[in-house]
């Protein structure tokens, strides 16, 4: 899909796991500053490993990574960790550390950015803590600083999550599956807070999303991957029948193309 001067470049990126699966078959894929794109596909398409291959979670078999210009791929581990602040990191899980307080989880943002002994007794900077309390105040909860991970809902620890991940000031957000585990509800509440978090501050995104109605509903841009492969890439109105099947395989998928609506307007008029 043509867009502005690349913030992240992917270039030929292959994974091939000692198994002999080929989970990445020379992606190319190109995203600009500031831009929100869904990433879509059956699982085992490859959707987790290209995230975990742009920050190097999990390391390429073949291809580059570029962020910002530079080379992520051919980094030394120092110069990896400098690298990987400007790449926010979101779980599906939410990879809280569950008995340290809701502040402590987020100031961990911060962590690439403190010397060893300030981080292991956890003492941050002023304007650190303050920032941290801004954030938690701007998603509601700042009320629940003092409160352990343990003691929040699901939709309370991603909110967590995410802000651990703005801490760190990164240019690109690599979220994986940020509403598996939530109820529709509160995945509709994650999503629009993710897209309004990245334009307020200039952000990319890269969400991997299985639900198809939520990645139309908020991401500017859709990527499909098929078998490691991507099979679709453009706007989330072009995402039709034709395309999902492209994608994901035969299927009627009337349905899942439907606005929420259309969903609540037959569910009344049933209802009535």
């Known amino acids: 899909m043509p867009g502005d001067a690349a913030l992240l470049s992917v270039e030929g990126l292959s994974k091939r796991y000692p198994t002999g699966d080929l989970a990445l078959d020379d992606v190319d894929l190109q995203v600009p500053a500031g831009q929100v794109m ?42 990896l960790r400098r690298a990987r602040r400007r790449m926010g990191m979101i779980f599906q899980e939410y990879a809280l550390v569950e008995r340290l307080t809701v502040m402590e989880n987020v100031l961990s943002g911060r962590l690439g950015y403190t010397g060893f002994w300030a ?15 801004r954030l938690l105040d701007r998603v509601g909860l700042a ?35 940020p509403t598996a585990s939530l109820d529709p509800r509160t995945s509709r509440q994650i999503m629009r807070l993710l897209v309004e978090l ?17 990645a139309r509903d908020f991401a ?30 035969e ?16 569910e009344a008029a049933t209802a009535a």
């Open 38 to 79: 869904a990433l879509i596909g059956p699982s085992g398409a490859g959707k987790s490993t290209l995230i975990r291959c742009v920050n190097r979670l999990v390391e390429p078999s073949a291809g580059r990574v570029r962020l910002e210009g530079e080379e992520i791929t051919g980094l030394g581990a120092t110069a």
């Open 251 to 266: 299927e009627d998928w009337s349905r899942a193309l439907r606005r929420p609506e259309e969903e609540d307007a037959e």
């Open 143 to 177: 009320h629940m600083a003092d409160k352990r991970a343990d003691a929040l809902s699901g939709g309370q620890r991603q909110r967590v999550g995410i802000l651990r991940a703005l801490m760190q000031d990164p240019a690109l957000l690599l979220v994986d599956e």
């Open 119 to 133: 981080s292991w007794f956890r003492r941050f900077p002023r304007r650190d803590v303050e920032q941290a309390f």
């Open 198 to 214: 990245c334009e307020e501050r200039g952000l990319a995104a890269i969400i991997n999303i299985h639900d198809v109605a939520l």
């Open 220 to 249: 500017r841009r859709i990527v499909g991957l098929r078998a490691g492969r991507i099979v679709f890439d453009g706007p989330p109105e072009a995402l039709d029948a034709e395309v999902l099947t492209r994608i994901y395989g």
